[in-house]
């Protein structure tokens, strides 16, 4: 061992969305406390690779570097997370590190995750309000329910879930275990229950829950261990229910 | 019939000051166009860990508005404008309710109402919470509306755009903004009757800090350079507790503390025994000794300032590292995990080590800036605001408009914890129908005016990035940005010299040289962040030199600016009530010495010379490439300022 240890990083790199992927490796000094975030900051400083060739700078995706935004979301090893709480220390080195395969590919590490926030849209993931002005106090909200809201309210978004569902494919139009639990939170809401049933309606039609194919991996890989076999279970019971009040009441 | 007009505004960054706003002109009837980096969910407001307060006093302990006021004004050194700060803390309660009716998880009593907690430095439970991630579920509950209005077509989002400057009439109104597409590159205008910077604070100024990577300050620099006026900008705070690390500095909360954590180091310099094998006697718990009635719990300012002594000129840092360390050990392992489970995971995530069996190593770390673009406002005559007054939050450019961190009015010279989330919500909401009023009384609109202005500040912008791309000299601008933070770190910190300021202005200038000898590190077209990066870069060392100039001509000692040779030495009994006495007396005539202890009526005199001369806003406006400093009066018209003490 010698006293100056370095790290060894693969990157799969890829100029524009259609151009064709490549491999590049870089060399790192290994600094104490580092992780992927600190790595991608260092190959910025000096975008040179293991062989000496000077590359432009790897692109990825980030903001609050602590685990509460969601944004540098990619596969490590394998296995999709989020790269600030990816401590060099703790990977297999060589590190290789590729974007998200579920989404469409910006560039190098940056994928496009809007079809996400496209389907918080198609089941109205938001509290319908009479308006912003001061109406009074907020309804009462046992702080049991509250607290269960709160663990399905901590969803930012990342993906990770997506990525790891063997259902949600790059052109079908399933939705997935976030949505799901997005849908079941609002309708844990005392406001948000009043427009239950359009949600439901949203997430029984094309894409919907009964496409899960109950792989239970989105669980497993939720960087906030949001209880998402519940959701869809939960809502796979609303969603039935609902199914049969359509039949004999409508 | 024609239909009938509606109003139009380019709303840039989607936190919490931005979203409130788009939601408030929307259900107004007017059309947004939302500018962000990235998708607004992610905005740093996600980041805030603690709360946000409001004086609903539900536990009967007597607050009101009228003390969360004076708590505010009184923990910024009097250095705000009152009227303002007094409107958002009688708005405050109101601004909970409507964010609990969003469907906000704040937690909740027994009854299921909502619940308070307290906070550092204030005396009351006000601070309303959702579990460990307040501001993350605030922001969420605003971009769910604000994704309720995109659905229903009032809101245009640009997610990964950029905004680069405003575009200006020949009177010097603003009619738009160029905006650049980070995704293909394209720069191009956009018109609207209004365009408001909710883009959030500058701490990338100071390299690795608590906040954001998108929090570069860019675009309130880019209005300064325009001619706006930038206010306070050296009023930067320091939180004390920050876990230290290679790409960011992440927040510890206040509230470690308030559970008994204990902050030492050992006594014996780079001591390189394990923490837990030293002997009690061998530790320095140096804020218990040094302040025996608040111990831990000091305020923030406190805190930062004798950390950074122990570290720093006593050199006692753990390992000699700028570190102390945060003790919690000696609680139960159960206890911390009801109290603090979400933070101490936190801590466990990003260093490996569970605080529950060793020390956590700490330190200061820059976190949010007091100052920012300069805005005004119009009171109603009565200490409050006139909410209908277009002048809310407007820029020295008209039409030009600021909200959230990127203003300076609110928190004067130091925030106080669990303010930033309300100030955000608060202005948002606050300006939305001047913002409309603005708009109905334009006497000519954009669609009047010729397209050549947006047409020519399009190209010169065109023309900018295109030559930061052929830039082909030797210097990495990553690195150079880290140098930048480091010259700041080091002279324009907590405690603040001359001499060392006068040295970092220098140095600023030598970054500012090496600038132009940049090589661009990528010439690609397609989703290049490089030229962004350079031109985001410039803006840092325009504001670098805001803050240290700023900071090198305010000759005084007042809330995060510290500056030793300045200090008035408050007598150790002096009581502040000594000052509403004093100033009661001098009305009728001489104050004689013997009315007060010993050396108070003297260090009273110093105060009130010193707030003749320094209780003024800072305003920096940008001539022959320099900040040129002004001060401006502020508005104290509700209390008498008075000195600050908090033991």
Redesign the interface.
């Known amino acids: 061992m010698t006293e100056n240890k370095t790290i060894v990083l693969k990157v799969r790199r890829q ?2 969305p259609n151009s064709k992927p490549f491999w590049q490796e870089f060399e790192l000094p290994l ?5 992927i ?2 790595c991608l ?1 260092d190959i ?4 040179v690779t293991r062989d000496g060739q000077e590359v ?2 790897v ?1 990825w ?11 540098c979301t990619m596969v490590i090893n394998g296995k999709v997370r989020q790269a ?2 990816a ?1 060099v ?2 990977l297999e080195k060589p590190i290789v590190l590729e974007p998200m395969s579920k989404f469409p590919l ?2 190098d590490l ?1 994928v496009d ?2 079809r996400m ?1 496209e389907n ?2 198609k089941v ?6 009479d ?2 002005y ?10 049991k329910q ?1 607290a269960k ?2 663990l399905l ?2 969803c ?2 990342c993906g990770c879930c997506l990525e790891a569902c063997p259902q949600f494919t790059k052109d079908n139009d399933f939705m997935g275990a976030s949505t799901f639990s997005q849908v079941r939170l ?1 309708n844990m ?1 005392p ?2 229950a009043m427009e239950q049933e359009e949600r439901l309606e949203a997430v029984m039609g094309a894409g919907g829950i009964a496409d899960c194919g109950n792989a239970q991996v989105c669980v497993e890989v939720c960087p906030k261990k949001i209880p998402l076999t519940e959701s869809i279970a939960e809502i796979g019971r609303e969603t039935t229910l609902q199914l049969l009040k359509n039949l004999f009441l409508k | 019939m024609m239909p009938k007009r509606k109003p139009q505004y380019i709303v840039i960054g989607g936190g919490l000051a931005g979203l409130a706003l788009t939601m408030k002109l929307c259900e107004n009837g007017g059309q947004v166009t939302l500018v962000s980096y990235q998708p607004v969910k992610r905005s740093h407001s996600a980041c805030a860990q603690g709360g946000i307060n409001a004086a609903i006093d539900t536990k009967g302990e007597g607050d009101s508005p009228e003390t969360h006021f004076y708590d505010t004004v009184k923990g910024g050194d009097f250095l705000a404008h009152q009227p303002l700060v007094r409107d958002m803390c009688h708005q405050a309660p109101a601004i909970i309710h409507l964010m609990d009716r969003l469907g906000v998880a704040f937690n909740r009593t027994p009854e299921g109402h909502l619940e308070f907690r307290r906070f550092g430095g204030t005396l009351y439970s006000r601070t309303a919470f959702a579990g460990a991630t307040t501001g993350q579920q605030l922001l969420y509950a605003l971009d769910e509306q604000v994704r309720r209005y995109e659905h229903d077509g009032q809101v245009q989002k640009l997610e990964a755009h950029e905004y680069l400057s405003a575009v200006l009439d020949k009177q010097g109104i603003c009619r738009g903004a160029v905006i650049h597409d980070l995704h293909t590159g394209d720069i191009f205008s956009l018109k609207g009757d209004a365009v408001v910077l909710a883009t959030g604070g500058p701490a990338k100024v100071y390299g690795k800090t608590t906040g954001s990577t998108v929090c570069n300050g860019a675009a309130t620099t880019s209005a300064y350079l325009q001619g706006a006026k930038y206010a306070n900008g050296e009023f930067i705070q320091v939180h004390p507790t920050a876990i230290p690390s290679q790409d960011k500095l992440r927040l510890m909360s206040e509230s470690a503390r308030g559970e008994g954590g204990r902050i030492w180091v050992p006594r014996k310099p780079h001591d390189p025994r394990d923490p837990l094998s030293i002997p009690e006697e061998e530790r320095y718990y140096f804020l218990e000794e040094n302040h025996p009635l608040y111990g831990n719990l000091v305020p923030r300012d406190v805190a930062s300032r004798e950390i950074h002594d122990i570290v720093y000129n006593k050199n006692l840092g753990v390992d000699g590292q700028p570190m102390v360390y945060l003790d919690l050990t000696h609680q139960s392992e159960k206890f911390l995990e009801e109290r603090l489970g979400g933070i101490l995971d936190i801590y466990t995530k990003f260093t490996g080590d569970d605080p529950k069996k060793v020390p956590m190593k700490i330190f200061p770390a820059v976190h949010y800036s007091m100052g920012g673009i300069w805005t005004d406002y119009e009171h109603d005559g009565h200490g409050l605001i006139d909410h209908r007054s277009p002048r809310n939050q407007m820029t020295s450019i008209p039409g030009l408009y600021a909200a959230g961190e990127a203003d300076y009015q609110f928190h004067g010279a130091n925030r106080l914890g669990a303010n930033s989330l309300l100030s955000c919500i608060y202005t948002g909401l606050m300006m939305g129908p001047g913002l409309i009023e603005y708009s109905r009384n334009l006497g000519n609109r954009f669609e009047d005016i010729s397209s050549t202005i947006y047409d020519q500040t399009r190209d010169q912008w065109r023309g900018r990035f295109e030559a930061f791309k052929q830039m082909n000299g030797r210097e990495n601008p990553y690195q150079l940005h880290q140098d930048l933070g480091d010259v700041m770190l080091a002279n324009v910190l907590i405690v603040r010299e001359n001499s060392k300021l006068e040295k970092a202005l220098g140095q600023i200038d030598d970054l500012e040289g090496r600038f132009r000898n940049i090589k661009c590190p990528d010439t690609t077209h397609w989703s290049n962040p490089a030229p962004s990066m350079i031109q985001q870069l410039y803006c840092q060392i325009q504001l670098a030199k805001i803050i240290t100039k700023g900071a090198l001509m305010r000759n005084e000692f007042r809330g995060a600016h510290y500056k030793p040779e300045f200090d008035l030495n408050q007598p150790h009994e002096f009581d502040p009530h000594e000052y509403v006495e004093y100033l009661e007396k001098k009305h009728y005539g001489e104050v004689p010495e013997a009315d007060f202890p010993q050396g108070h009526l003297a260090y009273m005199k110093r105060y009130e010379t010193n707030n003749e001369q320094w209780l003024k806003t800072t305003i920096a406006e940008y001539k022959n490439n320099q900040p040129e400093i002004s001060y401006e009066e502020v508005d104290t018209s509700v209390v008498a300022p008075r000195p600050r003490k908090y033991d």
Request: with cysteine; glycine share 8%; hydrophobic share 30%.
């Open positions: 100029e524009q600094k104490p406390r580092a992780n975030i600190s900051m910025q400083m000096n975008p432009s700078p692109v995706e980030c903001n609050c570097l602590e685990e509460v935004c969601g944004a600030c709480t401590l220390d703790t910006v560039r940056h995750r809007s926030f918080l849209k109205k993931a938001w509290i319908h309000v308006g912003t001061d109406i009074g106090e907020g309804p009462v909200f046992p702080e509250r809201a709160y309210s901590e930012m978004t609002f809401h406001t948000g």
